[in-house]
């Protein structure tokens, strides 16, 4: 059974630190793995889909990367602002689930000005 | 990417009654997918909504409880049966993800149940 887990479960910056948010799935069997942003009581907005077959991604200030033999995935969000508050969750599609996703618990993260 | 619409986005609700979400997606897909979110938690599926098919419910969760319709392929309604505080939780629709595709979500339903 694919395991998701989301290493810390908080935290907290000042501005303008970079952040590094960790991703870990226990079965490397997987079609691609997904980052999502989610705003207190709203929806998931995705960042970012890697590819098993990527080493990672760009958009902006975020970079994402996949280390699939290990189980590990990277969000990095550079000189974070205030606005980056939000829980953030990384998501697999493995292959033995089908089209079905498996989430981590998410990173709660504070950007303080 | 696919743009979804779900309604409501909050409501409270007396225990005992039943609330039907809806979720509209701007584009024809094969599959829907419907999550609960507890209060701190991660996201669970419900279920599994296809065109023209009785929904494929997770372990756990019963039609009785969580009846799904899916009468075309943009649109597609939870409804949360006889609720109890324990139900007071965001429930979101997803399309995708096809194989090795993106998921998108809509803006979630926040329901408390009182």
Redesign the interface.
């Known amino acids: 059974k694919q395991e998701v887990t989301q290493i810390p479960a908080a935290l907290s910056v000042p501005e303008g630190e970079n952040l590094v948010l960790n991703c870990s799935f226990t079965d490397s069997a997987i079609y691609n793995l997904q980052w999502f942003r989610q705003d207190p009581g709203k929806g998931l907005t995705s960042l970012l889909l890697i590819q098993s077959s990527q080493r990672e991604q760009t958009s902006g200030r975020l970079n994402a990367s996949l280390d699939k033999s290990s189980g590990r995935s990277t969000l990095y969000i550079a000189a974070s602002q205030p606005g980056d508050s939000a829980t953030y969750l990384c998501a697999v599609q493995h292959k033995a689930a089908g089209n079905k996703l498996t989430f981590g618990g998410g990173t709660r993260v504070l950007v303080k000005p | 990417s696919a743009v979804i619409s ?1 309604k409501p986005s ?1 409501d409270i609700c007396q225990r005992g009654t039943s609330l039907t979400i809806q979720c509209q997606v701007d584009s024809q897909v094969t ?1 829907m ?1 419907w999550y609960r979110q507890q209060p701190g ?3 669970t ?1 419900i279920a ?1 909504a296809n065109q023209g098919s009785e929904a494929t419910y997770e372990s756990g969760f019963v039609i009785d409880k969580f009846p799904i319709s899916r009468p075309n392929l943009t649109f597609s309604t939870l409804t949360v049966s006889n609720m109890s505080p324990e139900d007071s939780s ?1 429930y ?1 629709c ?1 399309v ?13 339903t ?1 329901l408390t149940v009182v």
Do not use: D, N, V
Request: glycine content about 20%; aromatic content about 12%; hydrophobic content about 35%.
């Open positions: 779900q909050r599959m997918f938690q991660s996201l599926l599994t965001i979101l997803s995708g993800p096809g194989t090795g595709t993106e998921a998108f979500f809509g803006q979630g926040r």
